[in-house]
């Protein structure tokens, strides 16, 4: 009789961690936000951000190079490579808090001409 209690305890146990273990990883699956960065559309120095703010997790950031010169797109202490003009790259950087993050165009005289701004993590 003990054996029976003990199992069925422990079966109960089980289903009710296992909704808890999904909801866990649903959780962390949503903290990746995607933001599509347009750089230097023809004839201006500036950044496009679809999101203007984002929650703290991971930031996969796609850009696509609009413009007639290479940019790169720099945040948080990372850096994409340089983006040619009509090309696309990738850029993914993790936010852990909350706050304001600059990014800019390191390219020399970009981000003065107005490549660079800030995005807000809450």
Known sequence: MKTTALSALAAAAVL???PLSGYAATARAQT???DRVVMGKP???EFVLSKKRVRKGKVIFKLVNKGQIAHDFAIHGKKSKMIEPGKSG???VAFRKAGRY????T???HAEAGMKGSLKVY
């Open 32 to 34: 990746t936000t995607t």
């Open 16 to 18: 009710v961690a296992a």
């Open 102 to 105: 600059p990014y800019k165009c």
């Open 107 to 109: 390219v020399p005289g």
């Open 90 to 92: 990738v850029l993914t």
């Open 43 to 45: 004839g201006t120095f």
